[in-house]
């Protein structure tokens, strides 16, 4: 089984700051992550596939890079609605998928 | 674009079947492209992946819930569906459906989520 790990486990930011949120696997997986934003009492968002992919839709102060095990998601610059936790998800042991433990961004 | 929606009990009693239905809209559940999946999150805990069917009838399921885990698809009705059986309050949880995109390796939409508590 691939394992997900996510770091830090939750981060203090303010609004402006670059937040910068890591996932790793427990093995490669190449290039199949994805990060997701939820917010309290909503489902999961896709924000960012293919580890480096912008869905549709998501505003580009949202990126991400890495492959293999070490992956980043970044918020260049924190506004008041990405106050959330996030989660990466891989998917090269499809079709079985696992999810980190998810990352919460606070408000310092 | 496509829509999910989850129905079914909200509660349900220690050792019976939790059973519940995603109707989707916007688009084909046949789709060559997509897998349709079950998603769960324990009250204050992170997503856990429960399994996917392919509108074929191909099933997938987490090995950890696969002896209690039956999904099932029917493309007539736009549906598919979810049984756990013989629920403790461990499974006591939000769940969510969501269509996989393949060619992604995403979840790219996702049901509202449906809260199901298991309690005599």
């Known amino acids: 089984d691939i394992q997900m790990t996510q770091s830090p486990s939750s981060v203090s930011a303010s609004v402006g700051d670059r937040v910068t949120i890591t996932c790793r696997a427990s093995?490669?997986?190449?290039?199949?992550l994805a990060w997701y934003q939820q917010k309290p009492g909503k489902a999961p968002k896709l924000l960012i596939y293919?580890?480096?992919s912008l869905q549709s839709g998501v505003p580009s102060r949202f990126s991400g890079s890495g492959s293999g095990t070490d992956f980043t998601l970044t918020i260049s610059s924190l506004q008041p609605e990405d106050f959330a936790t996030y989660y990466c998800?891989?998917?090269?042991?499809?079709?079985?998928?696992?999810f980190g433990p998810g990352t919460k961004v606070n408000v310092k | 674009q496509l829509q999910l929606q989850e129905s079914g009990p909200g509660l349900v009693k220690p050792s019976e079947t939790l059973s519940l239905t995603c109707t989707v809209s916007?688009?084909?559940?046949?789709?060559?492209?997509?897998?349709w999946d079950w998603i769960r999150q324990p009250p204050g805990k992170g997503l856990e992946w429960i399994g996917s069917?392919?509108?074929?009838?191909?099933?997938y399921y987490n090995p950890s819930l696969k002896s209690r885990v039956t999904i099932s698809v029917d493309t007539s009705k736009h549906q598919f569906s979810l049984k756990l059986s013989s629920v403790t309050a461990a499974d006591t949880a939000v769940y969510y459906c969501?269509?996989?995109?393949?060619?992604?390796?995403?979840?790219?939409?996702w049901g509202q989520g449906t809260l199901v508590t298991v309690s005599p």
């Open positions: 969501a269509s996989y995109y393949y060619a992604s390796g995403s979840f790219d939409y």
């Open positions: 916007g688009g084909s559940i046949s789709s060559s492209s997509y897998y």
């Open positions: 069917i392919y509108y074929s009838g191909n099933t």
């Open positions: 093995q490669g997986i190449s290039n199949w």
């Open positions: 293919a580890a480096s």
């Open positions: 998800q891989q998917a090269n042991s499809f079709p079985q998928f696992t």
